[in-house]
């Protein structure tokens, strides 16, 4: 497995994740993002879907996006993605990060309070080879248990960013699901 360092947009890109989560986490996040932290966590998701497409498409090789579980590299098969993910171009398309995979990122827990699920199937995101689209529409719900829940669905555009948009009660019951 060979990790790779961070060029200089890398850093950049994850300098302003980082901010931005500390942002979402801060004690006035709903009155920042006028109650809606989901945009400002969309953006900071968007640097990695980025990278990832960029990956795919220029050394065409498929780059899969997992939930992990605390400080391991494998991913996890289920649908929590608040324990943290990784993006790694799988040269060996063996769906795991093996020797000869390159690691692109690899993102921490996400602050207890707060929950990351996929709404769709329980596995990876996958960007194509050659072309960097996403392989399947996996929405994501993001959770906020301080207070009265909320939550906001975000979905992929497929180079466009993320579109977000409230949860319906359905999605929340989710929310406080254990997996």
């Known amino acids: 497995m060979r990790i790779k360092k961070l060029d200089a947009y890398e850093f950049f ?3 302003v994740l980082a901010n931005l989560l500390s942002l979402l986490v801060s004690p006035g996040s709903g009155a920042s993002f ?8 969309a953006q900071g998701l968007d640097g990695l879907y980025a990278q990832a497409a960029r990956h795919a498409e220029r050394r065409a090789v498929p780059v899969l996006l997992c939930p992990v579980r605390w400080i391991y590299f494998e991913c996890d098969p289920g649908t929590d993605w ?5 993006g790694f171009a799988d040269n060996d398309r063996s769906h795991h990060l093996n020797e000869g995979d390159e690691l692109l990122r690899r993102q921490l827990p996400l602050p207890t309070y707060l929950r990351l699920r996929s709404l769709g199937e ?3 995101i996958r960007f194509q080879p050659g072309t960097g ?3 399947h529409d996996a929405p994501l719900l993001l959770c906020d ?3 009265p829940l909320r939550g906001w669905v975000l979905r992929y555009r497929n180079g466009r960013g993320f579109a977000t948009r409230d949860a319906e009660a359905t999605e929340l019951a989710r929310c406080r699901t254990d997996e």
């Open 34 to 41: 006028g109650d809606s932290p989901a945009r400002a966590f």
């Open 82 to 86: 608040s324990r943290g993910l990784m």
């Open 122 to 124: 329980a596995r990876p």
């Open 133 to 135: 689209r996403v392989g």
């Open 13 to 15: 890109a994850a300098f």
């Open 145 to 147: 248990l301080r207070g």
